[in-house]
């Protein structure tokens, strides 16, 4: 019995070893004595956090409180991936009393450590109302669907106003040939 225990312990040190995905065994996932017969490799993962900030916060203030709270996850090791502030929105639901909140997108690339170092630090914070922690298996660079629509509202609204003032310089351009020609009939 022990010979096989050594056998198994053996093989699961190759198969980690060579980095193999798993140990082929027949058809247990345990050996003897709860031994692991094989190994899954587990994916890098990532922590998604969204919190609510309460709105009576100015948005410096927000990027401030955030800092603090990037601080304390890289100061366990954790890293962050991605930042985005979503500005005030109107919440589905009031919460406190307050119908609006400044959201915040945190994704982390840490430990478990990290996340509950997070989790705690966000916990003991009087000014987050609300917050959300969710895993990720794989990480998108492009920005989230509300800061892409707020990033496509703020260019439509440059192009607006940039054509507002074409048409603002056209308009002078009109007026002062208009005026140039009634100057030169005038003189005439």
Same mark, same amino acid.
């Given at each position: 019995?022990?010979?096989?225990?050594?056998?198994?312990?053996?093989?699961?040190?190759?198969?980690? #070893?060579?980095?193999?995905?798993?140990?082929?065994?027949? =058809?247990?996932?345990? !050996?003897?004595? =709860?031994?692991?017969?094989?190994?899954?490799?587990?994916?890098?993962?990532?922590?998604?956090?969204?919190?609510?900030?309460?709105? #009576? @916060?100015?948005?410096?203030?927000?990027?401030?409180?955030?800092?603090?709270?990037?601080?304390?996850?890289?100061?366990?090791? !954790?890293? @962050?991936?991605?930042?985005?502030?979503?500005?005030?929105?109107?919440?589905?639901?009031?919460?406190?009393?307050?119908?609006?909140?400044?959201?915040?997108?945190?994704?982390? #690339? !840490?430990?478990?450590?990290?996340?509950?170092?997070?989790?705690?630090?966000?916990?003991?914070?009087?000014?987050?109302?609300?917050?959300?922690?969710?895993?990720?298996?794989?990480?998108?660079?492009?920005?989230?669907?509300?800061?892409?629509?707020?990033?496509?509202?703020?260019?439509?609204?440059?192009?607006?106003?940039?054509?507002?003032?074409?048409?603002?310089?056209?308009?002078?351009?009109?007026?002062?040939?208009?005026?140039?020609?009634? =100057?030169?009939?005038?003189?005439?």
């Amino acid at each position: 019995m022990l010979a096989i225990v050594t056998l198994l312990l053996m093989m699961r040190r190759h198969c980690v #070893d060579n980095h193999a995905d798993y140990i082929p065994c027949s =058809g247990r996932a345990y !050996g003897y004595r =709860g031994v692991r017969l094989y190994t899954e490799r587990s994916a890098v993962l990532y922590y998604e956090t969204i919190f609510i900030v309460n709105p #009576d @916060i100015s948005q410096e203030n927000t990027e401030k409180l955030t800092d603090e709270l990037v601080a304390k996850v890289e100061k366990v090791g !954790g890293r @962050i991936v991605k930042r985005e502030n979503w500005g005030s929105r109107p919440m589905a639901y009031s919460i406190a009393n307050r119908k609006r909140g400044n959201y915040m997108l945190l994704v982390t #690339d !840490g430990s478990a450590e990290a996340i509950k170092t997070l989790e705690h630090a966000i916990s003991l914070e009087e000014r987050i109302i609300r917050t959300l922690t969710t895993k990720l298996t794989e990480l998108s660079d492009k920005p989230s669907p509300l800061l892409r629509r707020a990033q496509a509202a703020a260019k439509r609204e440059e192009a607006a106003a940039e054509e507002k003032a074409e048409a603002a310089a056209e308009a002078a351009a009109e007026e002062k040939a208009v005026e140039a020609a009634d =100057g030169a009939e005038a003189s005439a």
